[in-house]
């Protein structure tokens, strides 16, 4: 079995632009959201370890100095997240206020049960201090005590705000409508998601329009690092059980944090503390337990003593030794205070540990927020660190098991879920329809040759992080919400699309595909049903620009891993000269062409590398089995197409027709003539 196989691999710039500070001490995603900080509501969306906690910092004073605010409450899921809004001398930075928070108002160090905690609240409310810090729940149990006007003319800030959703079982959620329907409040939310709550979204639309939107994206995050230039993204699939497999994957010369599978999971033994024992016997000979850290220490085969910190020991007061040793300010420093932490369901958010280059993550995840989360672990800039990588082991199907089709299904989305990363870390797209009038814009690179008015061009503006690509018959949307979508949520959109189990089946292992069946019509309905307001052009355009971001995205990684793509030429050189070099190899970048490509083409050639020739061979099967030739839906969409085809070229399309699509949109016709036919014979 060979080693990991990476999904892609993303190489950076390392200019150091996002660590730096400006005159009055802020990054430069601080800086953009301080920019913003007038704003009533304000939604920041950026990755971990970028700043967000003392960028809120900023905001939160300025609206307390200078916006007429009387107090901040900053509400985080849980109590360690408490410890990063801390004092921070921020005038030693030029900054012209301090923040400092009462030790009786971080309800996150202060002991005391959730009641006694509610009462501290309303203590807070009715003084003159300026902040207090509390968990999710707390702040839950306070607005259902003292009620939403109990808040008036403060600030709120939500940290890590993708854990709030807009269903009516979400108390919190429920709550944030009734202060923006009151609206005397200002709210701040905060996520290190780019996706708005997995299955449900975490404000009402109407509620999520009145937010002004801070991104800072991971590119620009990693692009300006210091030391960390390049980040790989890979599933393995092992057969067995995985700790005899862990070592093909698992680098013990590497910080690595180890998350084992839910007990609940298909991958799980349902013995996580033998699995524990097993990975460690897996890595060297046991050599005890320190007393000071409780960490294990192992001696590997070459020698070197490896310190592993157990987060899975149920044992409670083990645990919190060992977790206790982990958050030592003291160590934060030391590269050598740990190698190696396994856990299950800790360490995934508000988690320090800037060494770490290798998460591994075993069994499927089905929250993209926690996957973001759990990449996020590695992705913290570090000196001496240049690469960082993010490995997901998953079970391979196996034909003998009752689960077989449920192993599938967590296949399918595994490679879903690794499209999604790979749209989240690769530079932003903006689209331009190619016209005689296009010219090139200030900022953008075009490679060599320089912008060429006869040809779609592709530029690319390092310091925006960003790709300008003209492509011709494009639309462009009208609506302002229309652009907005095309601006800042085409990842919300294709995150529906390839998490629709239909079209990845069908775009991994249909042979008799057509591309276009995915790309207009799944994709046409997934836009229909999400943003019904819009009208037929301004779905179109979305349509257009989601399917471009995404193919895009792919035929660059297909082109830079086919390609000798060479790390050291400069920030993202790979990424960027692939979808140069695939833009090259097409006659003209044109909408049709676009929508002629299967997206998951190159996930299928990873795949086919990585998992064995007989699994791969079944999952082909079990998908074939299920395959129906045409729903009425389909029909009635490929037959709208048909008018459109129709209407352009004058003549419907011919069911002989050696193109394919053609083919598809005429049988569409075909199917809905029969069906009429059948209902008027009753």
């Not at 999971?265 to 050599?287: A, M, N, P």
């Not at 004058?650 to 005429?666: C, V």
């Amino acid at each position: 079995m060979s080693h990991s196989i990476p999904a892609v691999s993303i190489a950076y710039g390392r200019h150091g632009s996002s660590t730096r500070a400006n005159a009055l001490g802020m990054r430069p995603m601080q800086e953009r959201a301080y920019a913003k900080r007038g704003e009533q509501y304000l939604l920041i969306k950026s990755p971990p370890a970028s700043g967000k906690s003392r960028a809120l910092m900023f905001i939160a004073l300025d609206k307390l100095a200078n916006q007429g605010l009387r107090q901040a409450l900053i509400v985080v899921p849980e109590r360690s997240i408490g410890a990063s809004f801390a004092d921070e001398a921020l005038t030693r930075h030029g900054f012209w206020a301090d923040w400092t928070v009462g030790p009786q108002w971080n309800l996150c160090n202060a002991p005391g049960t959730d009641g006694g905690k509610v009462n501290a609240v309303g203590n807070f409310l009715a003084g003159n201090d300026k902040v207090l810090v509390c968990t999710h729940a707390t702040f839950r149990f306070a607005v259902e005590k003292f009620g939403v006007a109990a808040f008036d003319d403060r600030l709120i800030a939500v940290d890590e705000f993708h854990h709030v959703s807009a269903n009516p079982e979400n108390r919190l959620g429920l709550q944030l409508a009734e202060f923006i329907a009151r609206d005397r409040v200002h709210l701040v939310a905060m996520t290190g998601s780019y996706f708005r709550g997995d299955a449900e979204a975490v404000l009402s639309p109407a509620d999520e329009a009145r937010f002004e939107t801070v991104t800072y994206t991971y590119y620009e995050q990693l692009n300006g690092y210091e030391h960390l230039k390049q980040l790989d993204i890979g599933y393995f699939f092992y057969s067995g059980s995985y700790s005899d497999d862990i070592l093909k994957v698992l680098n013990p010369a590497e910080k690595t944090i180890i998350h084992i599978p839910s007990v609940n999971s298909r991958e799980s033994t349902k013995d996580k503390i033998r699995e524990v024992e097993h990975i460690i016997e897996e890595l060297g000979e046991w050599q005890g337990t320190e007393a000071t850290t409780g960490f294990q220490l192992v001696k590997a085969a070459d020698g070197r003593v490896l310190r592993i910190a157990d987060l899975v020991d149920d044992d409670a007061a083990k645990r919190d030794r060992v977790s206790a040793a982990l958050k030592d300010p003291g160590q934060k420093h030391n590269r050598d205070h740990v190698d190696i932490i396994i856990a299950l369901g800790m360490a995934k958010e508000g988690f320090d540990w800037v060494w770490c280059e290798h998460a591994l993550t075993v069994g499927y995840r089905s929250s993209l927020t926690e996957i973001v989360q759990i990449i996020g672990r590695a992705t913290r800039d570090a000196p001496g660190k240049t690469r960082a990588r993010f490995t997901n082991l998953i079970a391979e199907p196996d034909a003998t098991e009752q689960t077989v089709a449920e192993a599938v299904n967590d296949t399918l989305k595994a490679i879903a879920a690794s499209l999604l990363m790979e749209q989240v870390l690769a530079p932003r797209f903006e689209f331009k329809p190619k016209n005689p009038e296009s010219g090139p814009a200030p900022g953008f690179d075009y490679g060599e040759a320089g912008y060429d008015p006869a040809k779609c061009n592709i530029g690319f503006s390092e310091e925006e992080g960003k790709f300008q690509i003209e492509i011709k018959g494009l639309v462009e949307p009208k609506s302002p919400e229309a652009t907005r979508i095309c601006q800042q949520d085409l990842n919300e959109v294709i995150a529906a699309f390839v998490q629709d189990k239909a079209v990845v089946e069908r775009g991994l292992f249909d042979a008799d595909l057509v591309p276009e069946e995915l790309t207009q019509l799944r994709m046409g309905k997934i836009i229909k049903d999400r943003y019904p307001e819009l009208d037929e052009g301004d779905q179109e355009a979305v349509r257009q620009h989601a399917i471009a971001a995404l193919t895009l995205t792919q035929q660059a990684k297909g082109a830079a891993m086919g390609g000798d793509g060479d790390a050291e030429k400069g920030p993202n050189i790979a990424f960027v000269e692939g979808v140069r070099r695939f833009a090259m190899d097409v006659r003209e970048l044109d909408i049709d062409l676009i929508d002629s490509i299967n997206p998951f083409q190159q996930a299928y050639a990873i795949m086919a590398k990585t998992m064995n020739e007989e699994s791969l061979k079944q999952v082909q099967a079990i998908i074939s089995a299920k395959r129906v030739t045409m729903t009425l839906d389909e029909a009635r969409e490929l037959a709208k197409r048909a008018l459109k085809f129709k209407h352009e070229r004058g003549r419907l399309p011919s069911i002989t027709s050696p193109d394919a699509w053609e083919k598809r949109m005429a049988e569409g016709v075909a199917y809905l003539a029969r069906m009429k036919m059948e209902a008027a014979r009753g």
